[in-house]
Every structure is written in structure tokens, then in C-alpha cells.
């Protein structure tokens, strides 16, 4: 048991000393930052919904494929971080309305127009968040540092350990809670604006 845990040491001093090895190869990868075509669908559920209220779910995506490059090194390679290319925005909204407002309604329509309003805010999330998306990947783009492989085989598991290292980085997680924050605020204001008079007049012709 003591002799296994000599040889695991040595092991890991041996990473470790190559590790240092890898830092002048070190890259400052190059960031490409897209946002998704969205779509919508409006759909009216058989489960009775919210008469006066419809309902938006949003779909955010953040998807990141990042290029290792690898340098052979005495007695193995380093593998760093070369390039990021970057998805974030929302991919699709899905628009529920209760069924008993027929479509074409003066109701439906006055629904479908308060949840646009609330879509329009989402996307006005990632308009003014762009630029601290992008910073926050910058960020955490640079801190990734080169990973040493003893084997060629080994490639891929460093590849995704750097993605790891890069998509758990703190700027990233900050980045995605203000976002959060912002669809919060952004969706209460949608809501605090409309005073639903456009639904109310539809009550009252009896155009329901």
C-alpha cells in the first residue's frame, strides 16, 4: 500500500513538473460570439390554463465548442486552448394560451400581443448583455491554462478538461445569473405596464 502511494506521487510530481513545462505554449484563444435563429410557436394547451393570462417559456442557450492545439513535448504533449466559438441567446419561445380563446379573437389576439411584449424583453435581455457575454468569455477563455498528456490518446480527455475548466469559470457563472436577473426585472416591468385594458375591451363587446 505505501509503495502504491510512493509511485502515485512521483506520478503526479512528474504531471506537474511537465505541467510547467506546457505554460510557453500557453495561447490567447480567439472568440467567435453568435446568437441562435429563434422561433416561436403559440400553442393552447388541453389543460385549462389562466383565462386572463397567457404564458412564455423561454429556451436559453448557451453552447460552446471549443480547438485544443497540441504540441509534442518530451515525453508527451500539450494541449491548449486555441479557439471558442460561442452560441448564447434564446433559441425558442413557446407561447401558451388557455384554449377557450379561439384564435383570431379579439382575446387571443390581445394575449398574444401582452406575451410578444414579454419576448421582446427577453430579447432585449441579450441585446444589452452582449458586450458582458463576451467579456465574461474573453475572461474566461484566458484563464484556461495548457494541460500536459502523457499519451497521444490522451488528447481528447484534455480537450474536455479544458472545456470544463473554461464553461465552470466564475465569469461565466456570473455572466448567466445576470441574465436571470435581468428576464426577472424586464418580465415584472411587461407586466406592471399593461393594465389590460386591450383584454377588458374584448370582455365587454363580447368578443371573447
Known sequence: MIRTILIFSVVCMTIAAH??????????????????????????????MDLLHGNVVATLVDNYEIVGDVTPIEDGYCVALKNVAATVGYENFLVQIDSRH???????????????????????????????????IYSAAASVMPVFVPMESDINDAIDTLHQKFVSHPDLIL???????????????????DDGSGLRACFIHNNF
Do not use: F, G
Open 19 to 48: 505541467a510547467d513545462d506546457c505554460l510557453p505554449y500557453k495561447l490567447t484563444p480567439h472568440i467567435t460570439l453568435d446568437a441562435p435563429q429563434w422561433t416561436k410557436e403559440v400553442v393552447q394547451p388541453l389543460a385549462p
Open 102 to 136: 379561439k384564435p383570431d379573437t379579439c382575446s387571443y389576439n390581445a394575449i398574444l400581443a401582452h406575451e410578444d411584449e414579454h419576448i421582446r424583453a427577453y430579447l432585449s435581455v441579450m441585446d444589452d448583455l452582449r458586450a458582458d457575454v463576451k467579456n465574461s
Open 175 to 193: 455572466a448567466r445569473q445576470k441574465i436571470k436577473a435581468a428576464e426577472e426585472i424586464r418580465n415584472k416591468s411587461v407586466d406592471t405596464h
